[in-house]
């Protein structure tokens, strides 16, 4: 409940400002927030209802982290669904934590379409129009639904199921609150100096937690979100340089690659005030031409 109080506050306090650049579309709070609302009211109409828990199943976007603000919304629980994974890896899930609806987006539709011939009972929500038809559109979801006011969930109450990597065994679904959520984040906005007026990268997926402590983060200081699809060098330079990232985060092996990539100057990076890494140790040769650029 407190992410969605932190949409709320930039609603009011920063109307007019962006909240999220995807592409060549922006939107500010005012325009973010009322899509979220809308689209909960949407979830609701299909049968979903507070404590329901709910997957996502997409590539990073800002229909993303709207489906995923409006499953808090109407007081359900988010399921990100690891994009590595197989259909059957998909279908633990389902059946582990219980989804009741599956939010995808195209670069799943035939995952997607795989698992409803398999899960009928799941509802299926697409990000992103389908040529083929098939599941209804957010957009289409928004449209039919009303602005109505977000459901006052506990703090304690269940917010989001995590999956691990499933290295000695199938995934293990780590069960947090809304409450560490929050605590997580106030850390790191207080460990990366995160400001109002910043402007944070989504080049990690989405699914992952990591990415999902930066993205609360930019909710409770209001800073832009900024989206590409997947890691990709020239692209995350050029969206660096293009939308004056201020913030991200990135594995070593990411870091590695974009100082390795044709396009790779330091002043494409002015922008950058805090890059945090992790999951694995930085070789040094990468560190060092961190420092020196």
């Avoid at 932190?6 to 007019?16: E, L």
């Avoid at 259909?87 to 795989?114: K, M, P, R, W």
């Avoid at 038809?133 to 304690?156: K, R, S, Y």
């Avoid at 900024?226 to 995350?236: A, D, G, L």
Wanted: charged content about 20%; overall charge negative.
């Amino acid at each position: 409940m407190l992410l969605v109080q932190a949409i709320r506050s930039n609603a009011s306090f920063r109307a007019s400002e962006i909240a999220t650049i995807d592409g060549e579309e922006q939107r500010t709070w005012e325009e973010f927030v009322d899509r979220v609302a809308r689209a909960a009211d949407g979830f609701r109409q299909m049968g979903a209802r507070p404590g329901d828990r709910i997957g996502i199943l997409a590539l990073n976007s800002a229909r993303y982290l709207e489906a995923q603000f409006a499953v808090w919304w109407l007081g359900g629980v988010v399921v990100p669904m690891n994009i590595r994974w197989s259909v059957e890896e998909n279908l633990y899930c389902i059946d582990d934590a219980g989804i009741s609806t599956l939010i995808h987006d195209l670069a799943f539709a035939d995952a997607a379409q795989a698992i409803a011939g398999q899960r009928p009972q799941v509802r299926q929500v697409s990000l992103e129009p389908n040529p083929g038809g098939g599941a209804p559109t957010l957009d289409q979801v928004i449209a039919d639904g009303v602005h109505f006011p977000a459901c006052e969930t506990p703090l304690e109450a269940l917010a989001g199921i995590y999956y691990t990597g499933g290295t000695t065994g199938a995934p293990k679904g780590v069960m947090l609150s809304h409450q560490a959520l929050w605590t997580a984040a106030m850390a790191i906005v207080l460990a990366n100096g995160m400001q109002a007026g910043g402007r944070v990268l989504h080049a990690t997926p989405m699914f992952h937690l990591a990415d999902g402590g930066m993205s609360h983060g930019a909710m409770i200081v209001g800073a832009t979100h900024v989206f590409v699809p997947r890691f990709e060098p020239r692209e995350v330079i050029r969206t660096i340089a293009r939308h004056k990232v201020t913030d991200l985060l990135l594995v070593p092996t990411m870091i590695g690659m974009l100082q390795a990539c044709e396009d790779y100057a330091p002043e494409k990076f002015e922008s950058v005030r805090g890059l945090s890494f992790g999951a694995s140790p930085i070789p040094v040769p990468i560190l060092e031409k961190l420092q020196s650029d």
